[in-house]
C-alpha cells in the first residue's frame, strides 16, 4: 500500500480519490508522497520517505524546489490545469475595476430602507460611471498558460493587446492571437497601458519587477492587476501610484498587511484559482503524476526534474536514479550493472538544469549489494527500486 499525506484542502468538499493501492496518513514520516496546494514548506522538516510531491496549480515558489531536487524529492505541478479560472477572474477584475459595480451594489445595499429607492438610484448613478474595455490598451506581462488566455480575451473584448514574454514556449506561442502585439522590453510594455495585468512566476528576475519606474510609464489612471503574486510588484510603489492618481485603480489576490490598507483598491483571498473546475483539474493532474511515478517511475510536469518516460513498468526489475546533471554517471551506472552481470533491456537518461534522471529495466532482480553500489556514486541522490 502507497501512503499519501495531504496537506491544505485540495478541494472545496475534500474528495481525492487515489484509488485502489492508495492510503491517507497523517504523519508525513509515513508518507511517499504529498499533494499540497499554498502551504509554505520553506523551513519545513521534510521527512526522507517522502520521494515526490504533487503541487495541485502553478505557482511554486513554496516549495524549496532545488533543495529537494538534492534530496532527490521529484517536485510536480499542474500547469494550465486552473488557468482557465485564473482567466476569468481576471476578466472580471478588470471589468470590476473599471466600473462602479460593487460601490453602485453597496449604495443600494445602504439604502435599502428608502422608500423611494428607484428615484434616487437614478439620480445617484452618474456616481458609479466608468470606462469600457474596448479599445484601451493592455500590457500583459507572462505569457503562459494563464497569460495567453487573458491576450485573448481581451482581443476579443476589443482591446489592443501588448504581451511581453521573453522566455514564452513554443505552446503559447502557437496559441497567441496574432492581434497580440509583441514587445521586446518591461519598458515598452508598460507604456502607455490603460491596464497591466501580471502573469510570471515569483522567482530571482520577476520579483519587484514592476516598481515606481514601470508605473511611472503608463497611462495615467491606468488600472493594474496582479493575480500572479504578491512578491511582483514593489507595494509601497503601488501605494504611492495609487494615491498620486497614476493609478486609479489595483486589483490583487493578495492580502498583504500593505495591501490590504490601501485606497481603490480589491483585495481577494487567493482566489484566482478558485473554482471547482480548477480545484478538479488541478487534482486529477498532480494525483495522476504522483501515481505514475510512485508507480513506473515515469516523470511528467516536474519543476526540479527533467520530463522522463518508459510506460508500464513490465520487466523483472525497473530502478531510477535521481543524480546531479555532470559527466559520466552513466558510465558509472553501466559498469556497477555489468559487474552484477545484469542485462539491462532499456535504459534512458533525460536532464534538465543541475539534475538528471536514470532510468533502466533488466531481465533480473538486482542484487541488494549492486543497488547499494549505486547508491554510493557520487553525485547521486537517490536510487529507487521501483520494481
Ligand atoms: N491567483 C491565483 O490563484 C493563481 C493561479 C494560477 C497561477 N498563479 C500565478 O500565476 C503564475 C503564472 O501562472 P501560469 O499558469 O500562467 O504559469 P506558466 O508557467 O504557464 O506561465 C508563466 C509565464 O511567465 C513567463 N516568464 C517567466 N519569467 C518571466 C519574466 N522575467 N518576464 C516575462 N515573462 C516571464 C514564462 O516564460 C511563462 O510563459 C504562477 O506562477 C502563479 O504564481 C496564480
Ligand atoms: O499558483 C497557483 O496555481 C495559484 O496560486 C493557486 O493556488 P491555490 O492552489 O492555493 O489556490
Not at 170 to 181: K, Y
Amino acid at each position: 500500500m502507497r501512503k499519501i499525506k495531504i496537506i491544505d484542502d485540495i478541494t472545496k468538499d475534500g474528495s481525492v480519490e487515489f484509488g485502489p493501492g492508495y492510503e491517507f496518513v497523517e504523519e508525513a514520516q509515513e508518507a511517499d508522497a504529498i499533494l499540497m496546494r499554498s502551504t509554505d514548506l520553506h523551513g519545513y522538516d521534510l521527512p526522507t520517505s517522502i520521494r515526490a510531491i504533487a503541487r495541485c496549480g502553478a505557482g511554486v515558489n513554496n516549495i524549496p524546489v532545488d533543495d529537494y531536487a538534492r534530496r532527490g524529492v521529484v517536485v510536480f505541478n499542474s500547469p494550465g490545469a486552473n488557468a482557465n479560472a485564473v482567466k476569468e477572474m481576471v476578466l472580471c477584475m478588470m471589468i470590476l475595476s473599471s466600473r462602479g459595480v460593487v460601490q453602485s451594489m453597496e449604495w443600494v445595499r445602504q439604502n435599502a430602507d428608502d422608500p423611494d429607492i428607484m428615484v434616487d438610484a437614478e439620480k445617484v448613478k452618474k456616481a458609479f460611471v466608468g470606462q469600457e474595455l474596448k479599445d484601451k490598451r493592455v500590457g500583459v506581462i507572462g505569457l503562459g498558460n494563464v497569460g495567453s488566455k487573458v491576450a485573448n480575451a481581451c482581443v476579443q473584448l476589443g482591446m489592443d493587446v501588448y504581451g511581453y514574454d521573453p522566455f514564452i514556449s513554443v505552446e503559447h506561442a502557437w496559441e497567441l492571437s496574432r492581434d497580440v502585439q509583441r514587445v521586446g522590453t518591461l519598458e515598452d510594455l508598460c507604456r502607455n497601458c490603460d491596464y497591466l495585468t501580471l502573469h510570471v512566476p515569483s522567482k530571482a528576475d520577476t520579483v519587484g519587477m514592476i516598481g515606481a519606474d514601470q508605473l511611472a510609464l503608463l497611462a495615467p489612471g491606468a488600472i493594474l492587476i496582479n493575480f500572479a503574486r504578491e512578491t511582483i510588484v514593489d507595494e509601497d510603489a503601488v501605494s504611492d501610484a495609487l494615491h498620486s492618481g497614476q493609478l486609479s485603480w489595483f486589483s490583487t489576490d493578495f492580502a498583504t498587511p500593505k495591501t490590504v490598507l490601501m485606497p481603490n483598491t480589491y483585495v481577494t483571498t487567493h482566489s484566482g484559482a478558485g473554482t471547482s473546475e480548477a480545484e478538479a483539474n488541478c487534482a486529477d493532474m498532480a494525483i495522476s503524476e504522483l501515481k505514475d511515478y510512485l508507480e513506473n517511475g515515469n516523470i511528467a510536469h516536474s519543476v526540479n526534474y527533467p520530463a522522463c518516460s518508459m510506460g508500464k513498468a513490465r520487466a523483472a526489475s525497473r530502478i531510477a536514479c535521481l543524480h546531479a546533471n555532470v559527466p559520466n554517471m552513466i558510465g558509472q551506472i553501466t559498469a556497477i550493472l555489468a559487474k552484477d552481470n545484469a542485462n539491462v533491456q532499456r535504459m534512458v537518461n533525460e536532464s534538465a538544469g543541475e539534475n538528471a534522471y536514470t532510468m533502466f529495466d533488466t531481465d533480473e532482480h538486482l542484487e541488494q549489494s549492486t543497488i547499494e553500489a549505486l547508491k554510493q556514486i557520487p553525485a547521486v541522490y537517490r536510487v529507487r527500486v521501483i520494481k
